[in-house]
């Protein structure tokens, strides 16, 4: 008799809303365990936990090395297990990148801890059961990485240090584990609701379509494919940056 496939696990952090809810549904719709992590957005986190049909929720912030350890370890109270680590949580301040009074060290160092110590912390608190899974990491980067653009210059800088990360902990982790990042470019997602409220969401979306190559912009969902084939297929890659951007990146300026 075959012994039955053990049900594989993934954490996804920041995934109350937008790429990382996207994530933890199609994920669960493969069979995956989640555990849906959020740091304030308690009642959106239970809404995409009752989409999931096998899922716990926790709460914490990723900044702090003590909750990545706690979060880490819910998950392998629950399942015993870590298959795979999102990246997700992430957190910007926007200040057009003319205005360089409007950035101080506080700010670039409160973004760093969210959006480059965060994940650094993650993958580490995880890789004994990365390691013992042959797991998957997946860190979520920007197509401002590469560009220099987004919503700061403090913003754009932690991403391309993310990128660096995912390069370096590729290099590490092999051969059990691959790490790699997703670089989306304008998503249509409640971070952007919020920031520039739905009219504004709507002529940054239009603006986005009219310059890419293919004459388009991400859903949460489509961003969420890219991620789960890093997860589940995509056995060769590791150490990479795949762009889902619309080909921004390779848009001349205008």
Same mark, same amino acid.
């Given at each position: 008799?075959?012994?039955?496939?053990?049900?594989?696990?993934?954490?996804?952090?920041?995934?109350?809303?937008?790429? #990382?809810?996207?994530?933890?549904?199609?994920? @669960?719709?493969? !069979?995956? #365990?989640? /555990?849906?992590?959020?740091?304030?957005?308690?009642?959106?986190?239970?809404?995409?936990?009752?989409?999931?049909?096998?899922?716990?929720?926790?709460?914490?912030?990723? !900044?702090?090395?003590?909750?990545?350890?706690?979060?880490?370890?819910?998950?392998?109270?629950?399942?015993?297990r870590v298959d795979a680590?999102?990246?997700?949580?992430?957190?910007?301040?926007?200040?057009?990148?003319?205005?360089?009074?409007?950035?101080?060290?506080?700010?670039?160092?409160?973004?760093?801890?969210?959006?480059? $110590?965060?994940?650094?912390?993650?993958?580490?608190?995880?890789?004994?059961?990365?390691?013992?899974?042959? !797991?998957? $990491?997946?860190?979520? @980067?920007?197509?401002?990485?590469?560009?220099?653009?987004?919503?700061?210059?403090?913003?754009?800088?932690?991403? @391309?240090?993310?990128?660096?990360?995912?390069?370096?902990?590729?290099? $590490?982790?092999?051969?059990?584990?691959?790490?790699?990042?997703?670089?989306?470019?304008?998503v249509d997602t409640p971070?952007?609701?919020?920031?520039?409220?739905?009219?504004?969401?709507?002529?940054?979306?239009?603006?986005?379509s009219g310059i890419v190559?293919?004459?388009?912009?991400?859903?949460?969902?489509?961003?969420?494919?890219?991620?789960?084939?890093?997860?589940?297929?995509?056995?060769? $890659?590791?150490?990479?940056?795949?762009?889902?951007?619309?080909? /921004?990146?390779?848009?001349?300026?205008?």
């Amino acid at each position: 008799m075959k012994s039955e496939k053990k049900q594989r696990v993934a954490i996804i952090t920041g995934s109350a809303s937008g790429i #990382g809810a996207a994530t933890a549904i199609e994920l @669960s719709k493969r !069979g995956w #365990g989640v /555990l849906i992590n959020y740091s304030k957005s308690a009642d959106k986190a239970k809404q995409v936990a009752s989409q999931c049909e096998d899922s716990i929720l926790v709460q914490a912030d990723t !900044g702090e090395d003590a909750d990545c350890r706690r979060l880490v370890q819910a998950a392998l109270d629950k399942w015993g297990r870590v298959d795979a680590l999102v990246n997700n949580a992430g957190t910007t301040k926007f200040v057009k990148h003319p205005d360089l009074d409007g950035l101080s060290a506080e700010d670039f160092l409160r973004i760093y801890r969210v959006n480059v $110590v965060g994940p650094f912390q993650m993958v580490r608190a995880c890789a004994p059961a990365l390691k013992s899974a042959k !797991g998957a $990491v997946v860190n979520v @980067s920007s197509v401002a990485s590469l560009l220099g653009t987004g919503s700061s210059i403090a913003y754009a800088a932690s991403k @391309s240090a993310l990128n660096s990360v995912t390069y370096s902990l590729a290099r $590490v982790l092999g051969p059990e584990v691959r790490v790699n990042a997703v670089c989306p470019g304008y998503v249509d997602t409640p971070w952007q609701h919020n920031a520039l409220g739905m009219d504004g969401a709507g002529k940054a979306a239009a603006h986005y379509s009219g310059i890419v190559p293919l004459k388009s912009y991400a859903t949460p969902e489509d961003v969420a494919d890219t991620i789960v084939w890093l997860i589940e297929g995509a056995r060769q $890659v590791t150490g990479e940056a795949i762009f889902v951007d619309g080909g /921004l990146h390779i848009q001349p300026p205008r």
